[in-house]
C-alpha cells in the first residue's frame, strides 16, 4: 500500500456504467488474467481453454492479456454493460481501487479524468479499499 494513507477517510466512487474503464487508455490499455480468470472466463463462452487465448488474448510483458488491439475490450457491449461480467477479471472487479492508483497524483490525475464515478457514489473505507487493492495483487502472486 502507499506509504501514505491520503484516504484514510475513504474514497468516493461509484460506477456511472460509461464504459471508459473497458476502453483503452495508454498506460491502461492492458487487462491482465490471471490463470483462474482465463479459466473461468473460457468456461463462461463454453471454449476450450486454448481456443479462448487464441481468440481473445495476447501477451504482454510475459503476462495474459486481453487483446489491446481494437479500441475497447472486446467484451464491451454497445451498451456499456460487461458480456462477461459474471466472470470478469479480478482486474476489473477491483477497479479502481489498485495499488498503482491509490497514489495521490495518479488518483486525481489519470483516474479521475478517465472514470466520471470518482468522487460520486458510495463512500468506500480504507480497510474496502486496501482490501481490493491487496486482492488485485494477489491474485497474480499465486
Not at 63 to 77: K, V
Request: with cysteine; proline share 4%.
Amino acid at each position: 500500500m502507499p506509504e501514505s494513507r491520503w484516504y484514510e477517510g475513504g474514497l468516493r466512487f461509484g460506477c456511472t456504467e460509461c464504459g471508459n474503464c473497458c476502453r483503452n487508455h495508454g498506460d491502461y490499455a492492458f487487462v491482465y488474467l490471471a490463470e483462474r480468470d482465463v479459466l473461468a472466463i473460457a468456461t463462461f463462452l463454453k471454449l476450450e481453454r486454448a481456443n479462448f487465448l487464441t481468440r481473445h488474448c495476447a501477451e504482454h510483458d510475459g503476462w495474459i492479456t486481453l487483446r489491446t488491439d481494437a479500441p475497447a475490450c472486446a467484451f464491451l457491449r454497445a451498451d456499456n454493460r460487461c458480456a462477461i461480467y459474471a466472470v470478469r477479471p479480478k482486474q476489473c472487479a477491483t477497479r479502481p481501487f489498485w495499488k498503482e492508483n491509490l497514489e495521490r497524483a495518479t488518483w486525481e490525475g489519470a483516474v479521475t479524468a478517465c472514470c466520471p464515478g470518482i468522487g460520486r457514489g458510495a463512500l468506500h473505507d480504507v480497510d474496502e479499499i486496501e482490501r481490493c487493492a491487496h486482492e488485485t495483487d494477489a491474485v497474480f502472486d499465486e
